[in-house]
């Protein structure tokens, strides 16, 4: 579904990523984990269309989408939950949620979508008229998944989704992780709770310095030392 082959991605001329390569397969939950600064926002911006790979390629289901721009990465399938949330808090957060639903065959079905995503989160429903800016930030993240999911994604990028959350809310966000990969979307997840990721990952890739140093088995990895090390302070 989701092939990164060997990209190098450049800040100007200060190197970020080298030789990165990874794969997702179709409905399949892989986490990139990794200590701070070691590039893993970067290989999901780049992922989704944000920034451009220097070399190596970026394949959606057989299409190439290493140096599109990010309105084909997403029409080619891919969206993105930015690190931070993002949203515009002066619109509603219906307004928010309308954003997703950009391309074509999105605005096609985002009748049936938006039933979807109010299933997922319930919440966003009952406030759909409420301003983005004055919900809790668990609520914030809702519906910057739901906008994401408006999309109609094969591949969903989620980058930091539990952070600055309540467990509770941590919680219901790890459920629609597995609830958005049976209904066959991929996810590529960046996330600070490493157990907790590796717990709902079938794969993982450990990133450090800009490089995949590691990578296997999510189960697997959990117990390897380096990981452990590295990013468990185990």
């Known amino acids: ?12 001329d200060a190197q970020a990523l080298w030789s990165v390569s990874i794969e997702a397969g179709d409905g399949e939950v892989v986490s990139v984990v990794g200590p701070n600064g070691a590039g893993k926002s970067t290989l999901v911006n780049s992922i ?17 989408i290493s140096n599109v721009p990010t309105h084909r ?25 309308d954003l997703g639903a950009y391309h074509k065959d999105a605005r096609e079905h985002r009748e049936e979508t938006l039933e979807w995503v109010f299933s997922l989160f319930p919440r966003l429903a ?42 509770v809310i941590v919680d ?15 996810v590529v997840l960046v996330e600070q709770n490493v157990q907790r990721a590796l717990d709902i990952s079938s794969r993982a890739y450990l990133l450090s310095e800009g490089r995949i140093v590691l990578s ?3 189960g697997e990895l959990s117990q390897d030392p380096t990981l452990r090390s590295s990013v468990l302070g185990v």
């Not at 579904?1 to 100007?12: C, E, N, P, Q």
């Not at 269309?49 to 220097?54: K, Q, V, Y």
């Not at 997403?74 to 307004?95: K, N």
């Open 172 to 186: 219901e966000v790890f459920d629609v992780v597995g609830d958005v990969c049976a209904e066959g979307v991929s």
């Open 48 to 64: 989704a269309g944000i920034l451009r790979p220097r070399s190596g390629s970026i394949v959606i289901d057989d299409v190439d």
């Open 216 to 218: 296997g088995p999510a």
């Open 1 to 12: 579904m989701l092939r990164v082959d060997d990209i190098d991605v450049f800040y100007g």
């Open 73 to 97: 990465a997403c029409r080619a399938g891919v969206a993105i939950v930015p690190e931070g949330r993002r949203l515009f808090p002066g619109m509603t957060v219906l307004d928010n949620l």
């Open 126 to 167: 009952d406030r759909a008229g409420q301003i983005a800016g004055s919900m809790s930030g668990g609520e914030q993240q809702m519906a910057a998944i739901g906008r994401a999911l408006m999309a109609r994604p094969r591949l969903l990028l989620m980058d930091e989704p539990s952070l600055g959350l309540a467990p």
